[in-house]
C-alpha cells in the first residue's frame, strides 16, 4: 500500500469525536424494528413458513439491508427508517390473519389443562434455545460486520466511527455489544453444571478455557503478521502497536475461569462486573494509569500495546455483565407448571428482568457522567472505563428487552407450549434463518468479515469511491457474507473458534 494514501487511510479514522447517544439508539433501533416487520409477516401471513426464494430475499433486505441503509443512507434520518418499519407492521397486525390454524380435538385442549399433573415438564430443555436471543446476536453480527467495511467509506459517517479518546460512537458500541452478548451464551454451560449438580474443578474450567482461547491467539497473530507484512493502514491508538481485538477475545475465557470460583464468595455476576470495572476506573483516577495510556512514549512492549492491555479490564468488565444477562435470560423456570398462565407469568417476570436491569445499568451511567449529580467522568472506549462498561451493559439490556417483548407479542406460543415437538416448531417460526445462520457461526464471519474487508481495502480506493459504487460494494460483500452463512447452515455445519 502506497505510504501516502496509507496515511489518508489512517488520517481518516483517527482523531474522532463520535456521536450523541441517542442517534446510535435510534440507528441501532432499526435491528428490532425489522424483527417487528419480519414477525408481522411471518405470524399473519406465513410468509417465511415456506422458505422461497422470494422469502430469503425478504430476509435479507429486512434483516441485513435495513440495517445497512441505516448506518449509509439513512444515517441523517434514522426515525424515518424506523417508521418505513414499523408503520407496515403495524398495518399488517391490525389486519385479519391469513394463517388457518386447525382446531385442537378437546382430547388434546383436556390433556394441556391437565398437563401441569403429568411428570412430562423434564422432557422441556430446562436451556431452551430462545427466539429473541438468536435475533438480537444476529442483528448485532450483522451490524458488526457490514460497519468493519463500511468505516473505510465516505458513504459512513465519521461520527459513526471508533472515537479517538473521549465519546461515544456506534462502532464503539459494536466492539463491547460483541463481547457482551459472547458472555451471555457463555452462561450456558455454567448454568447447566450447576442444574447438573457436576460443576468442573478450576483445572477443568481453565483447560477448557485454553482450548477455546488458541484459535482466537492464531487468528490474532495471523492478523498482526498479515497487518505488518502488506503494510496496511493500522489505527494504534485503538488497541496498540501489536495487539489487536482477537487477542482481547483469546484472554477472556481463562479470565472468566478464573472468576468463576468467586461464584460461591459472589454470586452474582452482575456485581463481579462492577467491582472490576470500579476498581479499574479507581486506579485510572487515582494514579497516573489514565495519562500513561493516553500520553506515553511507545518505547517497549507494554506501552507500545498499552491500550489493549489495559482495556482488557473493562473488557472483562461487560463480559462478565453479559454473564450476568445470561443467568436469568437463558434457563427455564424449573417451578412454573405447564399452564399457559403460569408461563405467561414467566415471561412477564423475564421481561420486567430485562427493563429493570437496563434502567439500573442506565442509571449508573448517569451517576457517573453527570456534572451536576454524578463522577463527571467520560465515555472512552480507548480506556474501556467504567462509564463505557455501563453504557454497554444499559445499551444491550435494552435491546434485549425490545426483542424479547416482539418475541413475546409476536410469537407467545414460543413460551407457552408445553412439549418438545411443539417447543421446536414454535421457535423455528419466529427466528430468522439468516439471523440464525449468522448467530450460529457469527465468529467464523467475523473473521471472514475482517478477511473481506481486507482485500477490498487492498483492491479498491475506498476513499475516492463515490456513494452509489460504495452501497453496491457493500451490497456484494453483505450478500457474500450471508451466502456463506445460510450455506453453513443449511449443511448443518457449526465452525468452532
Not at 494509569?289 to 500495546?305: D, E, F, G, M
Not at 434457563?331 to 430485562?354: F, N
Request: positive net charge; aromatic residues 12%.
Amino acid at each position: 500500500m502506497a505510504h501516502s494514501y496509507k496515511a489518508l487511510k489512517e488520517e481518516f479514522v483517527s482523531n474522532l469525536s463520535g456521536g450523541g447517544i441517542a442517534e446510535i439508539n435510534l440507528v441501532t433501533l432499526v435491528a428490532p424494528s425489522a424483527f417487528l416487520l419480519w414477525s408481522a409477516l411471518q405470524c399473519r401471513r406465513g410468509f417465511f413458513v415456506q422458505y422461497s426464494l422470494a422469502a430469503c430475499v425478504t430476509d435479507f433486505m429486512l434483516n441485513v439491508g435495513a440495517i445497512l441503509i441505516a448506518v449509509t443512507l439513512y444515517s441523517s434520518i434514522p426515525i424515518l427508517l424506523n417508521a418505513l418499519l414499523i408503520v407496515p407492521a403495524l398495518a399488517l397486525y391490525t389486519t385479519p390473519s391469513s394463517i388457518t390454524r386447525p382446531k385442537k380435538p378437546a382430547s388434546a385442549l383436556h390433556t394441556k389443562a391437565n398437563s401441569d399433573l403429568s411428570p412430562g415438564q423434564d422432557r422441556l430443555n430446562p436451556f431452551p434455545e430462545r427466539p429473541f436471543i438468536t435475533m438480537y446476536r444476529g442483528g448485532m453480527m450483522v451490524i458488526t460486520c457490514l460497519s468493519i467495511l463500511a468505516v473505510d467509506f465516505r458513504a459512513f459517517p465519521r461520527r459513526f466511527a471508533k472515537v479517538e479518546n473521549w465519546g461515544t460512537s456506534l462502532m464503539d458500541m459494536g466492539v463491547g455489544s460483541f463481547v457482551f452478548s459472547a458472555g451471555l451464551v457463555s452462561m450456558r454451560p455454567v448454568l447447566k453444571s450447576h442444574y447438573t449438580g457436576r460443576a468442573p474443578s478450576l483445572s477443568a474450567r481453565l483447560y477448557s478455557a485454553t482450548r477455546h482461547s488458541l484459535p482466537l491467539l492464531v487468528l490474532g497473530f495471523i492478523r498482526l503478521f498479515s497487518v505488518k507484512g502488506l503494510d496496511y493502514a493500522e489505527h494504534i491508538t485503538e488497541y496498540g502497536v501489536h495487539w489487536n481485538f482477537f487477542f482481547t477475545l483469546a484472554l477472556l475465557p481463562p479470565f472468566v475461569a478464573l472468576f468463576q470460583s468467586l461464584s460461591s464468595l459472589i454470586p452474582s455476576y452482575a456485581l463481579l462486573s462492577l467491582l472490576v470495572s470500579g476498581i479499574y476506573q479507581a486506579f485510572l483516577e487515582l494514579t497516573t494509569l489514565k495519562a500513561y495510556i493516553l500520553v506515553a512514549p511507545r518505547t517497549h512492549w507494554l506501552s507500545q500495546n498499552r491500550e489493549g492491555v489495559f482495556s482488557f479490564l473493562g473488557y472483562l468488565a461487560v463480559f462478565l455483565g453479559g454473564q450476568a444477562a445470561g443467568q436469568y435470560v437463558l434457563p427455564r423456570d424449573p417451578t412454573v407448571t405447564k399452564l399457559s398462565s403460569s408461563m405467561a407469568l414467566q415471561r412477564r417476570h423475564l421481561l420486567v428482568h430485562l427493563c429493570s436491569w437496563a434502567i439500573i445499568w442506565s442509571t449508573l451511567l448517569h451517576f457517573t457522567v453527570s456534572y451536576h449529580h454524578g463522577l463527571a467522568l467520560g465515555v472512552s472506549r480507548r480506556l474501556a472505563n467504567l462509564p463505557y462498561v455501563l453504557w454497554v451493559l444499559a445499551f444491550n439490556c435494552g435491546q434485549l428487552t425490545a426483542f424479547c417483548a416482539i418475541e413475546t407479542f409476536a410469537f407467545p406460543g414460543v413460551h407457552r407450549v408445553s412439549d418438545v415437538s411443539s417447543e421446536k416448531s414454535e421457535i423455528t417460526k419466529a427466528t430468522s434463518r439468516i439471523l440464525k445462520a449468522y448467530n450460529r457461526n457469527g465468529l467464523f464471519l467475523f473473521a471472514l468479515a475482517n478477511l473481506m474487508t481486507g482485500l477490498v481495502n487492498m483492491t479498491v480506493n475506498t476513499l475516492s469511491t463515490g456513494t452509489g459504487a460504495a452501497m453496491a460494494i457493500l451490497l456484494g460483500y453483505a450478500s457474500i457474507l450471508t451466502s456463506v452463512a445460510i450455506t453453513l447452515d443449511a449443511w448443518d455445519i457449526s465452525v468452532k473458534l
